[in-house]
């Protein structure tokens, strides 16, 4: 494996860069989106027992306790009980927005990834076949065994980065659609207590 890297020249350096973040990218969303999502149904059917029996400070105590994105939201519900309906889910949307945005952190980062790495690969493709029209012009002809290298090297890139691309794209499409439904069921939740609220 390694001989292999080797012989894939300098760009297999930026590939192989490439496919390390993408996967520690990868790793940090899932741990993440994980943690936010984890007691999410009991925080809210707490909450919503509370507000129930109209204990909204303790209802606040319980969001500020949980610390998530939803949370947050919620407190912001919660602060501005007793305003009309409207006004309460106003300030539920402009919150939502702002807690929904780090639910995308990384991932333009994780697309980008998989957008360069097969134009990396690309790249050595074309460096490759240069190396060979270069031998072929110096030597006015060449050998199968002249000629190889620089195939053998725009084979190698090709596929490095065609390697890293395909599970990246697959990686990417995975977390937002995880965090569309997680902004999803933020949202839900939200309408939910703005409902109670305005009740």
Known sequence: MLEIFQKGGPLMYPILLCSVLALAIFFERVWTLFRLGRGTIAMVREVESLVRKNRIEEAVIVCQRTGTPLARILVSALRSAGRPREQIKTIVEEVGGREAAPLERYLGLLGTIATIS?????????????????????????????????????????????????????????????VDRMVLEMEEYSLHMVDLLGE
């Open 118 to 178: 097969p134009l990396l690969g690309l790249l050595g493709t074309v460096l490759g076949m240069i190396e060979a029209f270069t031998i072929i012009s110096a030597q006015g002809g060449g050998t199968p065994a002249t000629l190889g290298g620089g195939i053998s090297k725009a084979l190698i890139t090709t596929a490095a980065g065609l390697t890293v691309a395909i599970p990246t794209i697959l990686l990417h499409k995975y977390l937002t659609s995880r």
